[in-house]
């Protein structure tokens, strides 16, 4: 169901000319929230606006302008800005179409790069995804999110804010090593609320599996496959930006992002092996469900052995013929004692059946 709604949300760009911008993600009826932060070594400005023309207002000689919008259904907001720093049109397309790979493109002047924010919603017990645009230049850095409920980037605002770390002297690509390293740092956090799901459904899986233990198998499959949509893209990305030969991207930055390159990595890794274990997991439960089917029809076919003599006899003495027939009759239709006598021997045949199941080990 969310592929064909996606599908829908893109519908709405069917025919129109390269460069429209268009919004293709969840309608909203709240304003789109902007931040700006004017900064250099000594000093920092924030101000929070509600339009572009605020957010360009003219700043401080020197300094670097970091302006984040949080919210893209206003797309004479992002029109504004792109007009302003010179973005082509088919980059402020990309950044209105949420349902973007992640992704790297120079555009020498600056860099435009695309990624997923993922944040783990306990309320649905699920892995919500927001798509995060950066438009990194010589003196800006322009950051647009979906405006889903918070962000990963409040220490890094406090960093700005404190003068803590490298933030206010270095250039905004080290600024765009920090986004991204926020981004990637909130991915191994929810690689291990994944990781207690895991383990929760393994425990469960190993004691009394049910039709439910299932279907949270597959959920977890599911989510496992988007996180993965998600980050797989980022490790060619991290490794364009740390080997690249843009300009705006300095040498002392790409010591950074060459360890921004390993955590990606090792987040890759580490979600590899849970999706090996979540397909164990549902190896296992197919095995356990055949394995009680066997043990079942194991019961059954061993109560049907068993009743086959049984049946056999009751057959024969269930005859409607006369005893007294002839030299063929049978006389022991008429004795006391055969009812009883029939009972025993029919008791006699299951025992020694069980008997001999047990000894071979059966059951």
Same mark, same amino acid.
């Given at each position: 169901?969310?592929?064909?709604?996606?599908?829908?949300?893109?519908?709405?760009?069917?025919?129109?000319?390269?460069?429209?911008?268009?919004?293709?993600?969840?309608?909203?009826?709240?304003?789109?929230?902007?931040?700006?932060?004017?900064?250099?070594?000594?000093?920092?400005?924030?101000?929070?606006?509600?339009?572009?023309?605020?957010?360009?207002?003219?700043?401080?000689?020197?300094?670097?302008?970091?302006?984040?919008?949080?919210?893209?259904?206003?797309?004479?907001?992002?029109?504004?800005?792109?007009?302003?720093?010179?973005?082509?049109?088919?980059?402020?397309?990309?950044?209105?179409q949420t349902g973007q790979r992640p992704k790297l493109e120079d555009?020498?002047?600056?860099?435009?790069?695309?990624?997923?924010?993922?944040?783990?919603?306990?309320?649905?017990?699920?892995?919500?995804?927001?798509?995060?645009?950066?438009?990194?230049?010589?003196?800006?850095?322009?950051?647009?999110?979906?405006?889903?409920?918070?962000?990963?980037?409040?220490?890094?605002?406090?960093?700005?804010?404190?003068?803590?770390?490298?933030?206010?002297?270095?250039?905004p690509d080290y600024l765009a090593y920090s986004l991204l390293d926020?981004?990637?740092?909130?991915?191994?956090?929810? /690689?291990?609320? #994944?990781? $207690?799901?895991?383990?929760? +459904?393994?425990?469960? %899986?190993? !004691? =009394?599996?049910?039709?439910?233990?299932?279907?949270?198998?597959?959920?977890?499959?599911?989510?496992?496959?988007?996180?993965?949509?998600?980050?797989?893209?980022?490790?060619?990305?991290?490794?364009?930006?740390?080997?690249?030969?843009?300009?705006?991207?300095?040498?002392?930055?790409?010591?950074? /992002?060459?360890? #921004?390159? $390993?955590?990606?990595?090792? +987040?890759?890794?580490? %979600?590899? !092996? =849970?999706?090996?274990?979540?397909?164990?997991?549902?190896?296992?439960?197919?095995?356990?469900?055949?394995?009680r089917l066997n043990e079942v029809m194991k019961v059954l076919t061993?109560?049907?052995?068993?009743?086959?003599?049984?049946?056999?006899?009751?057959?024969?003495?269930?005859?409607?013929?006369?005893?007294?027939?002839?030299?063929?009759?049978?006389?022991?239709?008429?004795?006391?004692?055969?009812?009883?006598?029939?009972?025993?021997?029919?008791?006699?045949?299951?025992?020694?059946?069980?008997?001999?199941?047990?000894?071979?080990?059966?059951?």
């Open positions: 169901m969310k592929l064909r709604r996606t599908a829908g949300r893109r519908s709405r760009k069917a025919g129109l000319p390269p460069g429209t911008l268009v919004y293709t993600g969840e309608a909203r009826t709240t304003a789109p929230k902007i931040t700006v932060f004017d900064y250099a070594q000594g000093w920092c400005d924030e101000r929070t606006v509600k339009t572009a023309e605020e957010a360009l207002q003219a700043k401080r000689k020197g300094g670097i302008r970091w302006i984040d919008v949080d919210g893209l259904h206003q797309t004479s907001i992002l029109e504004a800005i792109g007009t302003e720093y010179g973005i082509h049109k088919l980059v402020l397309e990309d950044i209105l555009y020498d002047d600056y860099l435009f790069v695309v990624l997923k924010m993922l944040r783990y919603n306990s309320i649905r017990n699920a892995v919500d995804a927001e798509q995060v645009a950066l438009v990194i230049g010589p003196k800006y850095i322009l950051s647009f999110q979906e405006g889903l409920e918070g962000d990963v980037f409040e220490p890094i605002r406090q960093r700005l804010r404190n003068h803590k770390g490298h933030l206010r002297s270095l250039g926020a981004i990637v740092d909130q991915y191994f956090l929810i /690689l291990e609320e #994944l990781e $207690d799901r895991v383990e929760d +459904v393994e425990e469960e %899986l190993l !004691n =009394e599996p049910t039709r439910s233990t299932m279907d949270k198998i597959y959920r977890l499959k599911r989510e496992m496959l988007t996180v993965r949509k998600s980050i797989w893209p980022l490790r060619e990305v991290t490794g364009q930006l740390q080997r690249g030969e843009s300009t705006i991207v300095k040498r002392p930055t790409r010591i950074y /992002l060459r360890d #921004l390159y $390993d955590h990606t990595v090792a +987040v890759l890794d580490t %979600l590899e !092996n =849970e999706r090996e274990v979540i397909a164990g997991m549902l190896e296992i439960y197919l095995s356990s469900v055949s394995n061993i109560i049907a052995t068993i009743f086959i003599p049984l049946t056999f006899v009751v057959g024969v003495y269930g005859m409607n013929f006369d005893p007294d027939s002839g030299p063929l009759s049978m006389p022991e239709l008429r004795w006391a004692w055969g009812y009883p006598a029939v009972m025993v021997i029919m008791a006699g045949i299951g025992l020694t059946m069980l008997y001999y199941f047990r000894k071979k080990k059966w059951f």
